[in-house]
């Protein structure tokens, strides 16, 4: 049992930061929250596609006709040209935008200089594809909208956000919204997951350890699912560095999971002690990181928001059931050790 408890602990410091970091510089979590930034109709040129990545934390522009395409700064200066022999970038302007330096309430905007503006390209890529950072169309502030402050249960619009483009002698925009949408109360999801952890807990009792490896294997799914799909909906960011960087912990505790599912069904005992790592893992991840979703209107996961909530409440459901399950009741005396070295 010491043995067991000094790995929770390990396990719980390496989780801690990822859970508590959820967006570092943003509060709340641009990710799961009730902001969200999003297009609205817009006149673009024939072909030219746009997307809003990862609710507003880049924007993403695809030019694949055969004239070149050019993007406007906020303030009306020639950013990028996008066209048949890839993206250049203005080297005369700073350098790009990005989340930090984003702003709050909207403030005047001064008209460019052409002179002092005037386009020095440089050649960033040979696709036609470019994605940049847009400080409108993505709130920057740890402080809440004012609006959102004073009246936080009803929609509203934060503020209309804009991309000027050129294209064969036409001005054309993308236009977007930035908007407050308060999320559902989360109480349902919180049941479900109470109740998940009861039926749980409750297989113990059946005094077979195999019992346990459904369960088990469900948590692994469902993390493993949920994980995945949250990933592929930050594609705002490099997807290596996003790995590394935020779900090591949940691999861990996946691994652990298909090891004491393979431990349980062939009836070992340390496959209990694999699975209350595996959920303790798990678990700590779903309550402290992703059960803001429970009560969140907007998520840039790659599911159905409730399909990602029902995600959510069965492992941190699964999780809670599984600890109380392997720590509450002994092992089964039918349940085979591991086999002992020959001296």
């Given at each position: 049992?010491?043995?067991?408890?000094?790995?929770?602990?390990?396990?719980m410091?390496?989780?801690?930061?990822?859970?508590?970091?959820?967006?570092?510089?943003?509060?709340?979590?641009?990710?799961?929250?009730?902001?969200?930034?999003?297009?609205?109709?817009?006149?673009?040129?024939?072909g030219?596609?746009?997307?809003?990545?990862?609710?507003?934390?880049?924007?993403?522009?695809?030019?694949?006709?055969?004239?070149?395409?050019?993007?406007?700064?906020?303030?009306?200066?020639?950013?990028?040209?996008?066209?048949?022999?890839?993206?250049?970038?203005?080297?005369?302007?700073?350098?790009?935008?990005?989340?930090?330096?984003?702003?709050?309430?909207?403030?005047?905007?001064?008209?460019?200089?052409?002179?002092?503006?005037?386009?020095q390209?440089?050649?960033?890529?040979?696709?036609?594809?470019?994605?940049w950072?847009?400080?409108?169309a993505?709130?920057?502030?740890?402080?809440?909208?004012?609006?959102?402050?004073?009246?936080?249960?009803?929609?509203?619009?934060?503020?209309?956000?804009?991309?000027?483009?050129?294209?064969?002698?036409?001005?054309y925009?993308?236009?977007?919204?930035?908007?407050?949408?308060?999320?559902?109360?989360?109480?349902?999801?919180?049941?479900?997951?109470?109740?998940?952890a009861?039926?749980?807990?409750?297989?113990?009792?059946?005094?077979?350890?195999?019992?346990?490896?459904?369960?088990?294997?469900?948590?692994?799914?469902?993390?493993?699912?949920?994980?995945?799909a949250?990933?592929?909906?930050?594609?705002?960011?490099?997807?290596?560095?996003?790995?590394?960087?935020?779900y090591?912990?949940a691999?861990?505790?996946?691994?652990?999971?298909?090891?004491?599912?393979?431990?349980?069904?062939?009836?070992?005992?340390?496959?209990?002690?694999?699975?209350?790592?595996?959920?303790?893992?798990?678990?700590?991840?779903?309550?402290?990181?992703?059960?803001?979703?429970?009560?969140?209107?907007?998520?840039?996961?790659?599911?159905?928001?409730?399909?990602?909530?029902?995600?959510?409440s069965?492992?941190?459901?699964?999780?809670?059931?599984?600890?109380?399950?392997?720590?509450?009741?002994?092992?089964?005396?039918?349940?085979?050790?591991?086999p002992?070295?020959?001296?």
């Open positions: 049992m010491s043995r067991l408890l000094a790995l929770v602990a390990l396990l410091l390496a989780l801690a930061p990822q859970a508590a970091a959820h967006d570092t510089g943003h509060t709340p979590a641009d990710r799961v929250g009730d902001l969200r930034s999003e297009m609205i109709p817009s006149q673009l040129p024939p030219v596609e746009v997307r809003v990545l990862e609710n507003g934390q880049a924007l993403w522009l695809r030019n694949p006709t055969r004239i070149d395409l050019v993007v406007l700064d906020t303030d009306g200066a020639q950013r990028y040209q996008v066209g048949p022999d890839g993206v250049a970038v203005n080297s005369a302007l700073p350098p790009e935008e990005t989340p930090a330096g984003d702003i709050s309430e909207d403030h005047s905007r001064q008209a460019a200089d052409p002179a002092a503006t005037a386009p390209w440089q050649r960033q890529s040979t696709e036609p594809v470019v994605q950072h847009n400080h409108f993505h709130w920057g502030d740890a402080q809440l909208p004012a609006a959102a402050v004073s009246d936080p249960d009803h929609e509203h619009l934060i503020r209309a956000w804009q991309v000027g483009l050129e294209y064969d002698g036409r001005h925009e993308i236009r977007g919204e930035l908007r407050w949408i308060p999320g559902p109360s989360p109480v349902a999801w919180v049941f479900i997951a109470l109740a998940l009861i039926g749980t807990w409750l297989l113990a009792f059946a005094r077979r350890e195999r019992l346990l490896v459904l369960p088990t294997a469900v948590l692994v799914v469902s993390s493993a699912w949920h994980g995945a949250m990933l592929a909906g930050r594609n705002a960011e490099d997807g290596r560095t996003v790995l590394t960087h935020d090591l912990p691999i861990a505790a996946g691994l652990l999971g298909v090891v004491a599912v393979v431990l349980l069904a062939t009836d070992r005992r340390n496959g209990r002690w694999f699975a209350a790592l595996a959920a303790i893992g798990s678990g700590a991840v779903a309550l402290l990181r992703d059960s803001a979703v429970w009560w969140s209107s907007t998520s840039v996961v790659a599911l159905p928001i409730d399909l990602d909530r029902v995600l959510v069965v492992t941190a459901g699964v999780s809670i059931g599984l600890v109380a399950a392997l720590l509450t009741t002994p092992a089964p005396q039918s349940t085979r050790s591991e002992s070295s020959i001296s």
